[in-house]
């Protein structure tokens, strides 16, 4: 059985930074794509950053671009998400994603954890 895992979420101020933490079981260890989406309720669902297993680069959505990153550690299976220079429109909740390839982890995960709040205040 897969599970995701988020933790890391929390208040942080404007302009600060947190790191947010997947743990993950059951995935084959680095053979897959990983992700990381937030919402907001009441808005669509919008993809931050994603890495392919063998990609050399990961691909982030505009709004994150030099701000966040992504990463994993594939001896501890977790996945990371480093985010600095937060602003009020970072809070949502996050969420990490994994599937098999890196189009699935862009359209339509299979994996999915559960969500850690990120509120960032002013």
């Known amino acids: 059985q897969v599970r995701l895992m988020e933790s890391g979420g929390g208040l942080v101020q404007f302009g600060g930074s947190l790191r947010l933490s997947c743990t993950t079981s059951?995935?084959?260890?680095?053979?897959?794509?990983i992700g990381w989406f937030r919402q907001v309720p009441g808005h669509d669902r919008e993809g931050v950053a994603c890495?392919?297993?063998?990609?050399?680069?990961?691909t982030y959505g505009e709004s994150v671009k030099g701000r966040f990153a992504i990463s994993r550690d594939i001896a501890n299976d977790t996945i990371y998400l480093e985010m600095s220079n937060l602003k009020r429109r970072d809070t949502a909740v996050y969420y990490c994603?994994?599937?098999?390839?890196?189009?699935?982890?862009?359209?339509?995960?299979?994996?999915w954890g559960q969500g850690t709040q990120v509120t960032v205040s002013s």
């Open positions: 994603t994994a599937d098999p390839n890196l189009h699935g982890v862009v359209t339509n995960a299979r994996h």
């Open positions: 059951g995935l084959p260890r680095g053979n897959y794509a």
């Open positions: 890495m392919a297993t063998s990609q050399i680069r990961p």
